[in-house]
Protein backbone atom coordinates (compact mmCIF):
# COMPACT_ATOMS: atom_id res chain seq x y z
CA UNK A 1 0.00 0.00 0.00
CA UNK A 2 0.72 3.41 -0.27
CA UNK A 3 1.96 5.82 2.36
CA UNK A 4 -1.36 8.14 1.49
CA UNK A 5 -3.42 5.25 1.95
CA UNK A 6 -2.44 4.48 5.52
CA UNK A 7 -2.65 8.26 6.15
CA UNK A 8 -6.67 8.20 5.50
CA UNK A 9 -6.68 5.26 8.61
CA UNK A 10 -7.80 6.63 12.40
CA UNK A 11 -4.91 5.38 14.92
CA UNK A 12 -6.48 2.39 16.08
CA UNK A 13 -6.76 0.73 12.37
CA UNK A 14 -3.48 1.89 11.88
CA UNK A 15 -1.80 0.01 15.29
CA UNK A 16 -4.26 -2.82 13.69
CA UNK A 17 -2.70 -2.94 10.23
CA UNK A 18 0.67 -2.59 12.21
CA UNK A 19 -0.29 -5.70 14.04
CA UNK A 20 -1.36 -7.47 11.60
CA UNK A 21 1.84 -6.98 9.42
CA UNK A 22 3.89 -8.19 11.97
CA UNK A 23 2.42 -11.51 12.46
CA UNK A 24 2.26 -11.41 8.63
CA UNK A 25 6.08 -11.11 8.39
CA UNK A 26 6.82 -13.78 11.08
CA UNK A 27 4.60 -16.33 9.11
CA UNK A 28 6.48 -15.57 6.06
CA UNK A 29 9.34 -15.54 7.30
CA UNK A 30 8.51 -19.24 8.35
CA UNK A 31 7.72 -19.88 4.92
CA UNK A 32 11.22 -18.52 3.97
CA UNK A 33 13.65 -20.69 6.58
CA UNK A 34 11.52 -24.08 5.77
CA UNK A 35 12.07 -23.02 2.05
CA UNK A 36 8.41 -22.85 1.02
CA UNK A 37 8.28 -19.38 0.42
CA UNK A 38 7.18 -18.78 -3.42
CA UNK A 39 7.16 -15.14 -3.82
CA UNK A 40 10.84 -13.94 -2.52
CA UNK A 41 10.20 -10.39 -2.67
CA UNK A 42 7.23 -10.59 -0.32
CA UNK A 43 9.39 -10.04 2.98
CA UNK A 44 10.71 -7.05 1.81
CA UNK A 45 7.20 -5.28 1.12
CA UNK A 46 6.05 -6.58 3.99
CA UNK A 47 8.55 -5.04 6.22
CA UNK A 48 8.34 -1.37 4.00
CA UNK A 49 4.35 -1.26 4.06
CA UNK A 50 5.09 -1.56 8.27
CA UNK A 51 7.45 1.26 8.08
CA UNK A 52 5.36 3.04 6.45
CA UNK A 53 2.44 2.66 9.34
CA UNK A 54 4.76 2.86 11.59
CA UNK A 55 6.12 6.59 10.10
CA UNK A 56 2.13 7.67 9.62
CA UNK A 57 1.92 7.04 13.48
CA UNK A 58 4.50 8.47 14.31
CA UNK A 59 4.13 11.84 12.15
CA UNK A 60 0.96 11.97 14.10
CA UNK A 61 2.63 12.07 17.43
CA UNK A 62 4.46 14.59 16.58
CA UNK A 63 2.12 16.80 15.36
CA UNK A 64 0.42 16.50 18.32
CA UNK A 65 3.20 18.05 20.26
CA UNK A 66 4.39 14.90 22.47
CA UNK A 67 7.66 14.35 22.79
CA UNK A 68 9.75 11.01 23.40
CA UNK A 69 12.94 10.61 25.03
CA UNK A 70 13.85 14.37 24.55
Do not use: W
Not at 21 to 47: D, F, M, W
Amino acid sequence: MRASDFRKMNDAELAGKADELRGEIARVNLQRYSRRLEKTALPGTLRHDLARVLTVLNERVGETGEQGNA
